[in-house]
């Protein structure tokens, strides 16, 4: 109960945070968006993810995802306005010259954003009707885990694994490539995992299948509960 509270605390002074960063440094954070502070500490993952892959992870890719998407959305006027996702899902309206850089950057903004919030939890196996949905749409947790590993395992490249949710709260299981995300089809994320060498690399090296089994033992199912019924009621963005 304590942690639940101090978590809900953390999240909701992030509001506040992003405001003091943003009167602080105009210039170094010119545009609409800025880093959302990891809701725990950079060790909080140890011994499966460790403190130093975090803090790169967080400080400086997902910070130069943010950077770009705000370089990219410069001279953009309304397209800067759009929430994320919408902006993510309407890609065919960006104009060509900023639309790769969105797509990458935003992506990845979106991306990360969603990865952060469900770790940080002890792992062990959903409840409720998050269970129930992986039950019936994923053939139940231990074959979820099998078929998304291998999803991951088998990204060629860089990319993400991801369980999309749908406003009557059916799941489905699917790997995109890059930065892309099923917020790109109007789709929305329940969870996913980064496949990208940089999320794993210090700790892992080329043992993708290591970290992708060890990942299940840092997921906040909580939190994914909280997503679930967000989806359910129209309300999840990202
Ligand atoms: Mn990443």
Do not use: C
């Amino acid at each position: 109960m304590h942690a639940r509270l101090h978590r809900r605390s953390v999240l909701t002074g992030f509001a506040a945070l992003a405001l003091a960063g943003s009167a602080r440094g105009a210039a170094a954070q010119a545009g609409p968006y800025s880093l959302p502070p990891l809701p725990y500490a950079a060790d909080a993952n140890e011994p499966h993810i460790d403190a130093r892959t975090m803090e790169i992870h967080h400080g400086k890719h997902h910070q130069a995802y943010v950077t770009n998407l705000n370089a990219a959305l410069k001279d953009q006027g309304e397209l800067a306005k759009l929430p994320l996702e919408q902006l993510l899902a309407g890609l065919d309206k960006v104009p060509e010259s900023v639309r790769t850089a969105i797509r990458n950057n935003g992506g990845g903004h979106a991306n990360h954003s969603m990865f952060w919030q469900v770790m940080g939890g002890k792992g062990g196996e959903p409840a409720g009707e998050v269970a129930a949905a992986i039950e019936r749409d994923l053939g139940g947790f231990a074959k979820l885990k099998t078929d998304f590993n291998g999803a991951g395992a088998r990204v060629f490249g860089s990319g993400w694994v991801f369980v999309t949710v749908d406003r009557d709260g059916k799941l489905a299981l699917t790997a995109r490539p890059n930065q892309d995300t099923p917020l790109m089809e109007g789709k929305r994320v329940l969870f996913g995992n980064d496949v990208w060498e940089h999320a794993y690399y210090l700790k892992y090296q080329n043992r993708r299948p290591d970290y992708l089994a060890a990942w299940w033992n840092v997921v906040d199912w909580s939190r994914i509960a909280e997503r679930y019924a967000a989806a359910k009621a129209g309300t999840l963005t990202i």
